[in-house]
């Protein structure tokens, strides 16, 4: 099956860490830019950041700017997203996804995972 695959979720307290992974199923990760995506319960998916297939061209939601820092690794077929100083509105699925467009436009990117759950509660 042709998707992304996530993993690196879980439950953290307010101002702790989390790492988020991105993998690639039938296809090969270098070839599409990145993003990630974010939906709460009762709320619209959110675009968070992206990174570009090369060069590292990188983007930010300005609810993250400053905490996330997404990296990607090509060799290893990963691209990572550090979180750090997490707070409980950024609880959610997180998504990652590939396009071959640069863009923060949900509809624009072609293969999706099943997502990974953050929660920050203390």
């Known amino acids: 099956q042709v998707q992304t695959v996530e993993s690196g979720g879980g439950l953290v307290q307010p101002g702790g860490s989390l790492r988020l992974s991105c993998t690639a199923s039938?296809?090969?990760?270098?070839?599409?830019?990145i993003g990630w995506f974010r939906q709460a319960p009762g709320k619209e998916r959110e675009g968070v950041s992206y990174i570009s297939r090369r060069v590292g061209v990188t983007y930010y939601a300005d609810s993250v700017k400053g905490r996330f820092t997404i990296s990607r690794d090509n060799a290893k077929n990963t691209v990572y997203l550090q979180m750090n100083s997490l707070k409980p509105e950024d609880t959610a699925v997180y998504y990652c996804a590939a396009s071959q467009t640069l863009t923060m436009s949900s509809v624009a990117y072609r293969y999706w995972g099943q997502g990974t759950q953050v929660t920050v509660s203390s």
């Open positions: 039938g296809f090969t990760l270098d070839s599409y830019h």
